[in-house]
């Protein structure tokens, strides 16, 4: 498609305040060319680029505190737009801001916000996310600043087994808690349950198998309810018995990145911190596995899917629960008149031109239906072809 530009044919009839005005009134009225301008966003006549990323949860916090953060924010931008751009450019956009500011939803529910504004570009995205503050003011957009501005919880699991009881742990940087359940934590809960006639066995070893075996059972039950509510990686604590036992039984091998042999029935919060330091140190690898047992599990429960069409189809559609991509993978997205086709160029594609990143436009589509985004390495998902997405139905 061959590319006007308005500023070349414009510029040197009206004056540059009437040729923005014109340009976003333009922009407004005509969606076709709203697409088209989308695509350009990074060019000189785009900037600047403001990018404003905030904590915002108006159900837990005071709307005084928000309004200070936004306040706060504001004034940056404001101070570097006087610093390094036109008056009349400054005005334009803090007039854009301002708007953008006062109609922001105080009813959401949701845990951070994103704002961009260009003169020619507004956006405002409210995420499921938590987020550290960012404010930008550049020369073009990244939508990916979002997700590696993400707060990195650093969380994880802690299933203690030992061949009298099992105990669970939510973990932190610093902090290890025990989590309480419903299900009886000692062995001995289970022996009344089993049956008669293996209870009257003289076979001793035959009638531990098969307590254990129960009391594995209850213990994987408890797993479900808490990894539905902690969707973090699991360590697995216990004897290479006791955990070979609980490796054939449990429904949820994937969900654990590595057992810690020993026996730690009496361990203390610290003690069991102590044993799992080695694997805080390598937690970016531990990351990782965790993401890949996710696409795993996602798979045997046919929710997932790869490659760049059919990612991007999922995506469009509000489907995407967690986008797993590679960092540096990129696709190319030609816009059009219609509908925008995703295509390999023969070389990495110009930012100002109207080649935009299609992974960017699925980044977004899946942070606007409420789901997550993580970044891997190069060649991590080189079988699925760089790029998955775990749906959600």
């Given at each position: 498609m061959t590319r006007v530009s308005l500023r070349n044919d414009l510029s040197h009839l009206i004056p540059w305040t009437t040729w923005l005005a014109l340009v976003?009134?333009?922009y407004t009225m005509i969606p076709a060319l709203a697409s088209e301008l989308n695509g350009l966003i990074g060019a000189d006549i785009y900037r600047p680029a403001i990018s404003i990323i905030l904590p915002f949860e108006p159900k837990m916090s005071l709307k005084s505190v928000l309004n200070q953060?936004?306040?706060g924010a504001v004034a940056q931008v404001e101070r570097e737009?006087?610093?390094n751009y036109p008056a009349e450019i400054a005005e334009l956009m803090m007039d854009k801001l301002a708007a953008i500011i006062s109609n922001l939803n105080f009813g959401t529910h949701k845990k951070s916000v994103a704002i961009f504004v260009s003169p020619v570009f507004e956006k405002v995205l409210y995420l499921d996310i938590p987020v550290k503050e960012k404010v930008v003011v550049s020369g073009s957009f990244e939508i990916r600043d979002l997700v590696h501005n993400k707060k990195q919880l650093r969380q994880y699991l802690v299933l203690m087994l030992s061949a009298k009881q099992f105990g669970m742990f939510l973990?932190?940087?610093?902090?290890l808690k025990r989590i309480i359940s419903n299900t009886p934590e000692s062995v001995y809960a289970y022996i009344n349950d089993v049956p008669e006639k293996v209870a009257n066995f003289t076979d001793v070893s035959s009638r531990k198998e098969i307590v254990m075996d129960k009391f594995l059972l209850q213990v994987d039950n408890a797993l479900d309810i808490i990894l539905g509510a902690y969707r973090v990686p699991l360590f697995v604590l216990g004897t290479e018995k006791i955990?070979?036992?609980?490796?054939s039984h449990t429904r949820h091998a994937k969900a654990v990145v590595g057992f810690v042999?020993?026996?730690y029935e009496k361990a203390s919060t610290d003690e069991i911190m102590r044993v799992l330091k080695p694997n805080m140190e390598k937690w970016d690898a531990i990351i990782q596995k965790d993401l890949l047992n996710q696409l795993e599990d996602a798979a045997d429960k046919k929710k997932l899917v790869f490659g760049m069409r059919d990612v991007w189809k999922e995506a469009t559609n509000r489907q995407g629960r967690l986008l797993v991509v590679e960092k540096d993978y990129m696709r190319a997205l030609q816009r059009g008149l219609h509908q925008p086709a995703i295509y390999m160029p023969a070389k990495r594609y110009n930012k100002f031109s109207n080649v935009k990143d299609a992974v960017d436009d699925i980044i977004q589509a899946v942070l606007e239906s409420g789901g997550d985004v993580e970044f891997v390495d190069n060649d991590v998902l080189k079988m699925y072809q760089h790029i998955a997405l775990v749906k959600y139905h």
């Amino acid at each position: 498609m061959t590319r006007v530009s308005l500023r070349n044919d414009l510029s040197h009839l009206i004056p540059w305040t009437t040729w923005l005005a014109l340009v976003n009134k333009t922009y407004t009225m005509i969606p076709a060319l709203a697409s088209e301008l989308n695509g350009l966003i990074g060019a000189d006549i785009y900037r600047p680029a403001i990018s404003i990323i905030l904590p915002f949860e108006p159900k837990m916090s005071l709307k005084s505190v928000l309004n200070q953060s936004l306040k706060g924010a504001v004034a940056q931008v404001e101070r570097e737009l006087e610093s390094n751009y036109p008056a009349e450019i400054a005005e334009l956009m803090m007039d854009k801001l301002a708007a953008i500011i006062s109609n922001l939803n105080f009813g959401t529910h949701k845990k951070s916000v994103a704002i961009f504004v260009s003169p020619v570009f507004e956006k405002v995205l409210y995420l499921d996310i938590p987020v550290k503050e960012k404010v930008v003011v550049s020369g073009s957009f990244e939508i990916r600043d979002l997700v590696h501005n993400k707060k990195q919880l650093r969380q994880y699991l802690v299933l203690m087994l030992s061949a009298k009881q099992f105990g669970m742990f939510l973990g932190t940087s610093n902090t290890l808690k025990r989590i309480i359940s419903n299900t009886p934590e000692s062995v001995y809960a289970y022996i009344n349950d089993v049956p008669e006639k293996v209870a009257n066995f003289t076979d001793v070893s035959s009638r531990k198998e098969i307590v254990m075996d129960k009391f594995l059972l209850q213990v994987d039950n408890a797993l479900d309810i808490i990894l539905g509510a902690y969707r973090v990686p699991l360590f697995v604590l216990g004897t290479e018995k006791i955990s070979g036992h609980f490796k054939s039984h449990t429904r949820h091998a994937k969900a654990v990145v590595g057992f810690v042999p020993g026996n730690y029935e009496k361990a203390s919060t610290d003690e069991i911190m102590r044993v799992l330091k080695p694997n805080m140190e390598k937690w970016d690898a531990i990351i990782q596995k965790d993401l890949l047992n996710q696409l795993e599990d996602a798979a045997d429960k046919k929710k997932l899917v790869f490659g760049m069409r059919d990612v991007w189809k999922e995506a469009t559609n509000r489907q995407g629960r967690l986008l797993v991509v590679e960092k540096d993978y990129m696709r190319a997205l030609q816009r059009g008149l219609h509908q925008p086709a995703i295509y390999m160029p023969a070389k990495r594609y110009n930012k100002f031109s109207n080649v935009k990143d299609a992974v960017d436009d699925i980044i977004q589509a899946v942070l606007e239906s409420g789901g997550d985004v993580e970044f891997v390495d190069n060649d991590v998902l080189k079988m699925y072809q760089h790029i998955a997405l775990v749906k959600y139905h």
